[in-house]
């Protein structure tokens, strides 16, 4: 079941400062894997464990989930992981901008709340200007993988990133239930879908050399 809170209200729209990658991580100087709307984070936990070489930063919008996501993280004593509560289109430009040295070297958006009513898709993460505060602050050659089961959220965020022209397809095939999962872990959602046999839509970018 898909917990919703509007990211339009005004509590939401409040910028929350993130605090600076030294300020989050035992060595700051790792490659950071950024996920956005990582819900109750057992991907990141699952991640970070086993990767001991980058950094991972989840955020998410539903601060109960952050809560418990953190005091798991802390109970393991995964120093190269942290949760933070925040709505990415208000606070996560800021945050990319603060960087003297780009670090983060991929982002992940994994089954997004889709939204499905016309009047509230405006509500959904990938945006325009999400797509451009990426684009602005992410080095070439930087990742960003995006998976969803529903086939016409997948093809809002592919026009969404694809029409900015910021950005290269990985593989030359079109987003399919195909292509695998380049993680070796799955999110929850991803999990639920499988055990249901249904399609899983993915699509891996590159940031390319345009300038915006």
């Given at each position: 079941m898909r917990q919703h809170v509007n990211p339009l209200s005004r509590f939401f729209q409040l910028?929350?400062?993130?605090?600076?990658?030294n300020k989050l991580f035992?060595?700051?100087?790792?490659?950071?894997h950024l996920d956005i709307g990582c819900a109750r984070g057992r991907f990141l936990l699952d991640m970070a464990s086993a990767t001991p070489m980058w950094n991972f930063l989840g955020l998410e919008i539903r601060e109960s989930l952050v809560i418990a996501s953190e005091m798991e993280r802390i109970q393991f004593n995964i120093n190269n992981l942290k949760f933070l509560f925040c709505n990415a289109n208000v606070s996560l430009d800021a945050w990319l901008a603060s960087f003297e040295k780009r670090k983060v070297e991929m982002v992940s958006i994994q089954f997004p709340d889709p939204w499905f009513k016309l009047r509230h898709r405006k509500r959904r993460v990938l945006n325009s200007s999400l797509v451009l505060s990426m684009a602005r602050n992410l080095d070439e050659g930087s990742k960003l993988f995006?998976?969803?089961d529903i086939l016409e959220v997948m093809e809002d965020m592919v026009q969404q990133i694809e029409s900015s022209?910021?950005?290269d397809k990985a593989l030359e095939d079109n987003f399919s239930f195909t292509m695998e999962n380049p993680f070796p872990f799955c999110t929850e959602r991803e999990i639920y879908v499988q055990k249901k046999g249904?399609?899983?839509y993915r699509q891996l970018y590159l940031r390319n050399s345009e300038i915006e």
């Open positions: 910028d929350n400062e993130l605090p600076k990658a035992d060595n700051c100087d790792l490659p950071i995006i998976q969803t022209q910021f950005y249904l399609p899983i």
